[in-house]
């Protein structure tokens, strides 16, 4: 079944810091404070629009939750969860900071309806927090993580690459952190620069480098491999398209279909890796029948890439592979002679 979400903004409020990536007004398109009134708005139209109860969450998003002030946390939550109780949407899910979350706090979350938490984690690298300003360490992130399951919430955990200071190897060790502590959800942003941000500043200045698209590419496929081979699932990848991100945008690996890029990349290094054992020629690679774009990749990518490295490839399907799985078989020897 589909999930969706009813997004609320909560834009840049409870913040005790400034992340060095962050304009969360320009992230979310939405400046100012969202009201109990325009929740329960909300949640009327989405009711009237014929959204399955059973896969729809209403979802506070863009600022720190748990950190704003708590009588305008509960004035939101208040209004939102009489729609839960009423069986009109499955949950709500909200997202955070790991130094905002404490047994107090979950107890009240528990209490007002909500069902998942997401915590902005970023990195586990303590350089890496440091640099960009998170005012949280990779203690406060295991500790969150732990108590929230501990509460029974759904746990979701947000991780950037490509921040100041980070590296492909901190990324890749941050994802395994992340697996070993078993969220629900993950969710992996590239960093985006954005104006009025202190990354803007630093790369204006040139003291900052933004990954390549290309960079970022390659290592989101990596991490979305690993994800998906240890049975977690990868919600979001890259930044949603809208919300003003085109027009804050400074540098940075940013594309409207950064996910579709990272699946074609997972098939093109799955495919390297066998054809590399073989001398060049023509082959047949056979993928899942919903995988074909993907093998193919964007604009040919990955048949052109292949046809450089001397393997002219024929991609067809066969329904017993599954997700990331190819057979390769040469030309001659397969059924398409
Ligand atoms: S905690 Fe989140 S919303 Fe607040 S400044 Fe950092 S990234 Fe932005």
Redesign the pocket.
Known sequence: MKHANISLFVP?MG?P???S??N?KTISGSVKELTPEEVTETLQVACGAGNNPCSTEIAFF???FTAIDRAYMLSLLEVAKPFVDKGDFMGIRIST?PDAINEEVLSLLKDFGVTAIEL?AQSTDEEVLRLNN?GHSREDIINASQLIKKYGFSLGLQMMTGLLGDTDEKSLKTCEDIISLRPDTVRIYPTITLEGTRLGELYLKGEYSPQSLESAVSLCAKLLKRFYEEEITVIRLGLHSGGNVEEGYLAGPYHQAFGELCEGQIYLDIAKSILEEHPDGDYVIYVNPSEISKMTGQKKKNKNTLLSLGYNVTIKSKSKLNKYEIEVKPLEASDER
């Open positions: 840049h913040c810091h400034q992340c990536f962050c969360q863009g600022g720190s900071r902005g998170r």
